[in-house]
């Protein structure tokens, strides 16, 4: 098993710009969750998805949108990229059974 | 919406010495209380976690106790070691634990 994975590692936009976080999971998780990481902020919930075809907002949606069309994939489209979402941007997923999330290895993001 | 505070923020030890971070929580229905564990440019990695009905859980080195009454919960590491450098984070979640709300962080550092 891979586990969580995220792509790309790093990327560097301009203001402006839009692009796609992917993150994937091969573990047959229902749970997939995003969030961001910033200094002295913890970690906060963009947007999760309790299954295929299901997605909610999380702590600080304004700016991102998410699709599930799949169990195994959650992409992240960010439309218009400004430098408030200078920021590493982690994927997790779990188990409806279980409360335990792991994580992937983040990606991380500047937008300039 | 559920609010967890984490002190301190910074937390300097003695190898060999015992550390303990401590948490609150605001919502009165959480019911799972997690601990991640950070290493510098790494993906967090849960280390423990809780339920609101234990009190107390130990795994070796580590233990996390629980206070519902008090809306508080610590974590306790005990022998610290140069590994046990990193930062750590909590975080507490309601019924399905859809939204896991973090503490801002203790960047744990063992002194040799």
């Known amino acids: 098993n891979a586990g969580v994975t995220q792509t790309p590692k790093f990327q560097v936009l301009k203001t402006g710009q839009s692009m796609t976080l992917q993150c994937a999971q091969d573990m047959n998780h229902e749970y997939m969750s995003w969030y961001r990481q910033d200094p002295g902020m913890g970690l906060r919930l963009i947007h999760y998805s309790v299954g295929a075809g299901i997605t909610d907002q999380g702590e600080v949606p304004n700016g991102y949108n998410v699709s599930r069309s799949t169990t195994e994939d959650f992409p992240l489209r960010l439309l218009s990229a400004a430098p408030s979402q200078t920021s590493v941007y982690f994927c997790?997923?779990?188990?409806?059974?279980?409360?335990?999330?792991?994580f992937g290895p983040g990606t991380r993001l500047t937008v300039t | 919406g559920e609010n967890v505070e984490q002190h301190p923020s910074t937390l300097s030890v003695q190898e060999g010495d015992s550390a303990v971070i401590k948490c609150t929580y605001s919502d009165s229905a959480s019911n799972y209380f997690p601990w991640y564990k950070q290493e510098l440019g790494k993906r967090p990695q849960l280390i423990i976690d809780i339920r609101s009905n234990v009190g107390e859980k130990k795994d070796q080195r580590i233990a996390v106790t629980l206070n519902k009454t008090a809306k508080h919960f610590s974590l306790h590491i005990t022998e610290t070691q140069p590994e046990d450098s990193a930062v750590y984070f909590c975080?507490?979640?309601?019924?399905?634990?859809?939204?896991?709300?973090f503490g801002t962080g203790t960047r744990l550092t063992i002194i040799p």
């Open positions: 975080a507490a979640a309601g019924l399905g634990n859809e939204k896991l709300t």
């Open positions: 997790a997923s779990r188990q409806g059974s279980s409360y335990e999330q792991y």
